[in-house]
């Protein structure tokens, strides 16, 4: 299974709104609404942004939004704040019943 | 509070073997499946493995497909990861994270700090 493909880094001012796509195949990210996001800070754990596409579970931001779109899920960023820099990484459900990662984008808050 | 802790990485030369555990806290273990995640040293996350609620149900990633065994202990509240031959590229911090999905896998609410495994000789 390889890698859900994501941009290597994306930057943007403070205030700014930024958008991080995750593109997979048909049988990833294109057959099943199990898209989630993540978020890790530099020694730290992963943290759970986004659940099925789009859900927020309680306690995270309103900032953070996502969707999906054929083979590619997207999280958006919106006024953007220095916190928010860190690595962020989607995820998929796959048809052998096991999981994907996304390679990863490192977010540079200006 | 939800809370998974793991423990038993170290050293472990090529070929050798681990058992990592990981114990969960602050909900009803029974009731959700659990994962192992890992991330090698400056690499992105890889899913590892997971297991059904009753421990009937297991998946792995092909990289350690018929390496790795993973397995519950609900009567203790316990999930291990038996890491059999092991080598040089399974060096990584290994996370424990919970199913948020219910009946249905898909993502990973809870995560623990994780434990270091080093596969050297």
């Known amino acids: 299974q390889s890698a859900l493909t994501q941009p290597a880094s994306v930057s943007g001012s403070p205030g700014q709104s930024i958008t991080i796509s995750c593109t997979g195949t048909?049988?990833?990210?294109?057959?099943?609404?199990?898209v989630s996001w993540y978020q890790q800070h530099p020694g730290k754990a992963p943290r759970l942004l986004i659940y099925?596409?789009?859900d927020r579970p309680s306690g995270v931001s309103n900032r953070f939004s996502a969707s999906k779109s054929g083979y590619t899920a997207s999280l958006t960023i919106s006024g953007l704040q220095a916190e928010d820099e860190a690595d962020y990484y989607c995820?998929?459900?796959?048809?052998?019943?096991?999981?994907?990662f996304g390679t990863g984008t490192k977010v540079t808050v200006l | 509070q939800v809370q998974v802790v793991e423990s038993g990485g170290g050293v472990v030369q090529p070929g050798g073997s681990l058992r990592l555990s990981c114990a969960g806290s602050?909900?009803?273990?029974?009731?959700?499946?659990l994962h192992w995640v890992r991330q090698a040293p400056g690499k992105g996350l890889e899913w590892v493995a997971v297991?059904?609620?009753?421990?009937?149900?297991?998946h792995y990633a092909d990289s350690v497909e018929g390496r790795f065994t993973i397995s519950r202990d609900n009567s203790k509240n316990t999930l291990f990861l038996q890491m059999d031959s092991l080598r040089p590229e399974d060096t990584a911090v290994y996370y424990c994270?919970?199913?948020?999905?219910?009946?249905?896998?898909?993502?990973?609410?809870?995560w623990g700090q994780g434990t270091l495994v080093t596969v050297s000789s």
């Open positions: 994270a919970r199913e948020g999905g219910g009946n249905t896998w898909s993502s990973f609410d809870y």
């Open positions: 602050g909900f009803t273990f029974s009731n959700f499946a």
């Open positions: 297991i059904s609620l009753l421990g009937d149900r297991k």
């Open positions: 048909s049988s990833d990210v294109g057959s099943y609404n199990y």
């Open positions: 099925n596409v789009s």
């Open positions: 995820s998929s459900y796959t048809s052998s019943s096991t999981f994907v």
